[in-house]
């Protein structure tokens, strides 16, 4: 069979024109197509303004590729705020509930398993997982794959026509990706396609430019990596170094560093506390002359040597696991140094402004009509397409500087609305302001404030609430507020609260 | 409050008649009086904050004014603002007399004209300022040259609204407003609006998103306006400096200890160096003001009519004391603040008849952020925007007197290297902090150059470094290739 497939590949590339294959024997098309399955998914994400309910459902079908121990791997893109996932045979005769072996939101990389183990042999029965290609070079042949209603397979051969690290889900999450410039056709279940090299899976196509006829890719490197990071007993996902960087080619900046010419190098501007870097004692005003060895230039490229000139993340993230020390060449005070960088991976949880929030509920509490919410970035999105210039300036604040609060803080509570209650009278107008005491002290978190606005405080009627930025205090008394919550789930809210 | 505004006004037509009237005039007809009605024609000239050392736009347009003394034709601010040069011309007469503004109030939206001879106009009526707010649905005439034809046109109306309103060409006052349902256009600005031949408002602005609705300025800012320049100068209005906020919900009432249902507001804001800076706390819960209670929405009660606690101020002027009852920890008092202007509160005024004020050093311009600048640039970053919006209400001009930022990199071959940080706080100056704008020009250009510039922005944690030797080659390119004359104006005067 094997043979068979190369053969297969060999043939496509022969006849690379044209390449939609109705001229390949159907066994083989066939074959192909039992390594595939279809990804049938209903999303449904939280509605932030109303974090007590559910926005409508969508649904996205993709097409992925059967991999080792009976799994489908898919973009992440496919799971977030998944509510029901289904993976379907190519040709509609079998179906089967699928869950999330793992995932990585910022890679958008998901795994799909089927929990029942005889439900899963079944499924699986007769289909062949597909093996990782060797990272293919700039330049090679790829097919992307696609499966019609019918279950006749579409082969789109195309070359990988560069390399770069970009985001394919998740603004500011950037890893490898290929640049495959191949004509297409729409066809159904696209919202992710397989892509083969020498019949091996070698990447997943993310999103399709019909315009300019270029596929953005996940490349196989990232997938490699996931897969084998997917087997360790606890998923870690990829590290970060944890710095802000500055590029270094404006020559009286770099006559100011005493940088000479022969070098590049990157101006560090800023390192996350806590972050990887920091623990390496890497400082503000570094410049990283070079990572294992590979020097970076004045922009923050170095010369992969598969891939050619890549941003220097890409030596972090995407190729390293978390735990594994890199080496840095530093520039400091007219100095070269190396220090050793153990990498490692801040949870996006346990951020001030968590970036996303899939799968996770948002936490609220309702007290007498006050909704009081986290501030995340989904809660920022919320403003609309303008949410940077939209949101609170308050909120745009602890995005921007969360060390200033980072001390006191998990998340950032925020008064985001009143609904008009009896409770409320008067404070109708009130909303984005962020919580600094309830009474008297400090809310570290959603929890702490379910906990704090639980009783009223000993020998008082009200809830003293205090905000950040405005020297107003406002009560909320203790029994009216659990009357009107009573009112409130009978009008319909299903909770009060969230905090898990 | 209005046995005050009567009072103001019985002392003001009396000086304005005894002193300056030679002798009684008899009632003039409807027909005479419009004569007095006089077409203002304005040649403007409008600095552009993008590019600060340029002349600007120059344009004109047309108002309406009247006489209301000997030599006094009473408009809108916004008629004459940014003027160069004005000309008035009477009802019917093709001869152009050329005007300059006397007094102008861009708060509340007042200036104050004289020609050059006022011979031609010596035989006119003048317009009484009338002695109150007008009623509702009372019946009124707006006199003007608006657009749609060139000669005097009358609308009538009814008032069908008396309200505290904002005053959309200063973008920052708000005052008493009278809305009516005639037309107000473009051209009525600054014409009178009358009531049985006396004068209750100045036409001055509409509504774009609704019909039938036209704002006229009440007598008693005119009022008040007219008393201000009585000693040569306009001072601006008083502001008590403090923000309140309701004390309706019956929770904060009772935690607050407050024994009458409906009384009193709480303090949730004192500007530093404001009025009540050292009189009032944050806090404090404020119960009345000279000697009216101040109900739990913020208003007072005068003559039957529900107004706005800040009412009384309005009618004030800087060194008038006012009597404030509160309640501080459980306890009433009574203090007096002495009211005063707040200077730094035009930080969100659109500025007029000022010149730009800038620096220019090696391609890169800063200026001072101001609502004039911050309408024209659109600024992103947040520390910027937040700046501007605690820039009074936390006393921040105490530390800054300009914010002083970086609002333009003017390509040239010293500067084209470096990054493109358009819209940032400076924050230091070869390691001074910068609170001025004159003081980041003293900083840019010292005495003693040292080897670089070195300018550090507000969260760009990259300073900007250039080479002082190169720098007056730049200087020097920049001011030829970009025509600018002076590579700085450090006086908005």
């Given at each position: 069979m094997k043979k068979c497939f190369l053969l297969f590949a060999l043939s496509l590339i022969g006849c690379q024109p044209k390449a939609v294959t109705p001229a390949t024997p159907t066994s083989e098309v066939k074959e192909i197509s039992e390594s595939m399955v279809r990804v049938n998914s209903t999303l449904q994400s939280w509605n932030i303004a109303q974090p007590w309910e559910k926005n409508p459902a969508r649904q996205r079908r993709s097409l992925a590729a059967i991999v080792e121990q009976n799994q489908v791997i898919t973009t992440a893109e496919m799971v977030a705020d998944a509510t029901l996932i289904e993976v379907e045979s190519t040709d509609g005769a079998k179906r089967a509930r699928a869950t999330v072996a793992c995932v990585d939101y910022e890679a958008n990389l998901a795994l799909l398993k089927i929990d029942d183990a005889k439900e899963s042999a079944d499924f699986f029965l007769g289909k062949t997982p597909l093996a990782m290609a060797n990272n293919p070079a700039l330049g090679d042949t790829v097919d992307v794959i696609q499966v019609e209603e019918n279950g006749h397979s579409l082969f789109t051969s195309g070359q990988i026509r560069s390399a770069d690290v970009r985001s394919t889900f998740l603004p500011g999450q950037s890893f490898l990706t290929f640049r495959v410039k191949a004509s297409m056709q729409s066809s159904a279940s696209s919202y992710s396609l397989p892509v083969l090299h020498a019949g091996k899976l070698a990447g997943i196509l993310s999103s399709y430019d019909s315009k300019d006829q270029i596929s953005d890719v996940i490349a196989t490197p990232l997938i490699s990596r996931f897969l084998m990071e997917s087997q360790k007993p606890q998923y870690q996902g990829f590290p970060n170094l944890g710095v802000n960087i500055q590029s270094t080619d404006d020559p009286h900046f770099r006559k100011y560093l005493h940088l000479s010419e022969e070098v590049g190098g990157i101006f560090v501007s800023k390192v996350r506390k806590g972050s990887a870097a920091d623990e390496a004692k890497v400082l503000p005003r570094d410049v990283i002359l070079a990572i294992d060895d590979f020097p970076i230039d004045r922009r923050g490229y170095y010369q992969d040597p598969l891939y050619g000139r890549l941003p220097w993340m890409q030596l972090v993230r995407g190729n390293r696991s978390a735990g594994e020390v890199i080496s840095l060449t530093i520039w400091r005070e007219g100095k070269e140094l190396s220090l050793p960088v153990t990498l490692s991976r801040q949870e996006e949880d346990s951020r001030l402004v968590p970036n996303y929030q899939f799968g996770k509920a948002p936490r609220f509490l309702i007290k007498g009509g006050m909704i009081f919410q986290e501030i995340t970035r989904p809660l920022l999105e919320a403003f609309g397409d303008e949410w940077e210039s939209r949101a609170p300036l308050s909120y745009l604040h602890v995005l921007s500087e969360p060390e200033l609060y980072e001390k006191d803080h998990d998340r950032m509570i925020c008064l985001s609305g009143v609904i008009p209650t009896q409770a409320t009278v008067g404070y109708e107008?009130?909303?984005?302001m962020i919580v600094s005491k309830v009474n008297g002290k400090s809310v570290r978190n959603m929890r702490e404030l379910i906990q704090a606005l639980k009783q009223a405080p000993l020998g008082q009627r009200s809830h003293r609430i205090e905000f950040m930025d405005e020297s107003i205090a406002i009560y909320l008394d203790d029994a009216v507020s659990d009357q009107i919550d009573a009112q409130l789930l009978q009008r319909g809210l299903q909770q009060l609260h969230r905090a898990d | 409050m209005h046995r005050f505004f009567l009072l103001v006004v019985a002392t003001l037509a009396g000086a304005l008649h005894a002193a300056d009237l030679p002798q009684p005039v008899p009632a003039p007809s409807a027909q005479e009086m419009y004569r007095s009605v006089v077409r203002i024609e304005v040649a403007t000239q409008t600095p552009n904050y993008a590019t600060p050392w340029n002349a600007g736009r120059f344009s004109g347009g047309i108002g309406t004014g009247f006489l209301i003394g000997p030599n006094q034709f009473l408009t809108n601010a916004h008629v004459v603002s940014n003027g160069q040069r004005f000309l008035i011309t009477i009802y019917g007469s093709p001869e152009k007399h050329p005007a300059k503004v006397e007094y102008i109030a861009h708060d509340c939206d007042l200036a104050l004209l004289s020609v050059e001879d006022f011979s031609p106009f010596e035989k006119l009526p003048i317009f009484s300022i009338g002695q109150a707010v007008p009623a509702l649905e009372s019946q009124v005439r707006v006199i003007g040259y608006p657009i749609g034809g060139e000669r005097l046109s009358v609308t009538r109306g009814v008032v069908s609204r008396i309200d505290f309103q904002p005053y959309s060409h200063s973008r920052a006052d708000s005052h008493l407003v009278v809305q009516i349902d005639a037309a107000i256009n473009p051209g009525n600005s600054g014409g009178p609006v009358l009531q049985n031949d006396s004068v209750i408002g100045v036409a001055f602005q509409g509504l774009t998103e609704a019909d039938n609705t036209g704002y006229i300025i009440p007598t008693p800012v005119i009022q008040r306006f007219l008393k201000d320049i009585r000693d040569g100068r306009y001072d601006h209005y008083v502001d008590l400096g403090i923000a309140e906020f309701p004390l309706i919900n019956p929770a904060m009432r009772a935690a607050l200890s407050l024994?009458?249902?409906n009384i009193g507001v709480l303090v949730t804001n004192v500007t530093p160096t404001g009025s009540c800076d050292g009189v009032v706390k944050e806090g404090d819960v404020l119960i009345a003001i000279d000697d009216h209670p101040i109900d739990a929405a913020g208003a007072i009660l005068i003559e039957g009519e529900k107004v706005n606690m800040h009412e009384v101020v309005e009618r004030k002027f800087a060194g008038d004391p006012v009597k404030l009852g509160l309640i501080r920890e459980g306890k009433e008092r009574e203090v007096t603040a002495t009211l005063k202007t707040l200077p730094p509160a035009k930080m969100y005024a659109i500025r007029y008849e000022e010149k730009p004020r800038y620096v220019v050093c090696a391609g890169l311009l800063f200026q001072p952020l101001d609502t004039n600048l911050f309408a024209t640039a659109s600024f992103r970053d947040v520390n910027v925007r937040r700046l501007y919006s605690d820039y009074v209400s936390k006393g921040l001009f105490q530390e800054f007197e300009d914010v002083v930022i970086l609002t333009d990199i003017l390509a040239d071959e010293l500067n084209s290297t470096l990054p493109s940080l358009k819209g940032k706080i400076v924050k230091t100056i070869n390691g001074t902090k910068v609170t001025s704008l004159a003081q980041a020009h003293d900083l840019l250009y010292p005495e003693k150059s040292p080897e670089y510039l070195v300018i550090e922005l507000l969260g760009v944690e990259r300073p900007l470094v250039l080479p002082y030797a190169e720098i007056p080659a730049a200087n020097e390119r920049v001011s030829k290739n970009y025509q600018i004359k002076r590579l700085s104006n450090l006086k908005a005067q």
């Open positions: 107008g009130l909303r984005h | 024994p009458n249902k």
